[in-house]
């Protein structure tokens, strides 16, 4: 990538008194390296697909002067973002079916997932022993299908979505192993987007 202009980035400087006095935690930094796996030779098992171009971002936050509140940033664009330290080691593979509404709309489930398969955010179909033989065991959870009526006559819009909150016979979900203060997020307030989109 080279110099920046206004063909390619608005770069402004940020006015530090708005940089907060001390970084933000990042309770996954901690020297972030991939824990190696037998399985890192295989190309779609450490494929990373991201629309987001990490060299970008690295120019970015050095213009503006924010590399140091988030030196992790482009590390884990390039290899990926862990989702917890605490997930419990598999010991066999669990694979629930999906929820009722998904075999009601499962024309509308099965565009879903062509489109994720054409645009390289899924990979397969694979069968239970192929995709064993590629990453060892592993657990999915369920897809469901969320319709927003259309209003004024509109047609209804569905949102297939897939439910990390499941736990079915395992007995906790994914999102039960992800610590949110681990992870903290904070909103801002429409007042704060519009000053941004003034910039």
Not at 12 to 39: A, C, E, G, T, W
Not at 89 to 101: D, F, K, M, V, W
Not at 116 to 129: D, N, V
Not at 168 to 176: A, L, R
Request: with cysteine.
């Amino acid at each position: 990538m080279g110099p920046l202009d206004e063909d390619h980035f608005l770069i402004y400087k940020v006015d530090s008194s708005l940089n907060s006095p001390s970084p933000p935690r990042h309770i996954y930094y901690d020297h972030l390296q991939p824990s190696p796996s037998p399985f890192d030779n295989d190309p779609e098992y450490s494929y990373i697909n991201t629309p987001y171009l990490a060299d970008g971002f690295d120019t970015l936050l050095e213009c503006t002067g924010l590399t140091a509140q988030f030196p992790e940033l482009t590390y884990k664009l390039r290899n990926g973002f862990p989702i917890s330290h605490n997930l419990s080691p598999l010991t066999a593979s669990y694979t629930p079916n999906n929820l009722p509404g998904a075999e009601i709309y499962k024309t509308v489930c099965d565009e879903y997932v062509a489109e994720e398969l054409a645009k390289g955010r899924y990979s397969g179909p694979y069968s239970h022993e192929e995709l064993f033989a590629k990453i060892g065991h592993f657990r999915s959870s369920p897809l469901q299908v969320v319709v927003k009526k259309g209003l004024d006559g509109a047609p209804d819009k569905h949102r297939v979505c897939c439910h990390l909150s499941y736990a079915g016979s395992m007995g906790h979900s994914v999102n039960d192993e992800i610590d949110a203060e681990d992870y903290p997020t904070e909103w801002g307030t429409a007042a704060e987007f519009a000053e941004i989109i003034r910039l």
